[in-house]
């Protein structure tokens, strides 16, 4: 997994209909698992995707994450983690904020 993990827009607004890219490379073959999970600032999993493209290059447009939750409610503004986890290596964090208007 590349260095560079992170979203964009960022902020972004969920009661406009937005969502946010996650933005990350992959620079070696042979990977088999990923996962981008979101959590809230109480540490709940609000967000989880086991579908993450493992193909080698800058990956830009295929994760997104909409700003809604588990169970299919639009969140509240606030700020929320999110963790890129490639097969057993540490995971990368980024910080998301939603800020509706």
Partial sequence: LG???FNYPNPFSVSNGERT?????IN?????TGKFIVFDAGGDV???NNEVDLSVGTHADDLTWDG???RGNKL???IYFGFLQIDNE????????????
């Fill in 68 to 70: 809604v939750d588990l």
């Fill in 28 to 32: 070696r073959e042979g990977l088999n």
């Fill in 21 to 25: 890219h996650i933005r990350y490379a």
């Fill in 46 to 48: 609000v967000h989880y």
């Fill in 76 to 78: 509240a503004s606030g």
């Fill in 90 to 101: 540490k995971p990368s964090r980024i910080k998301i904020a939603i800020i509706n208007r």
């Fill in 3 to 5: 260095s560079n993990v």
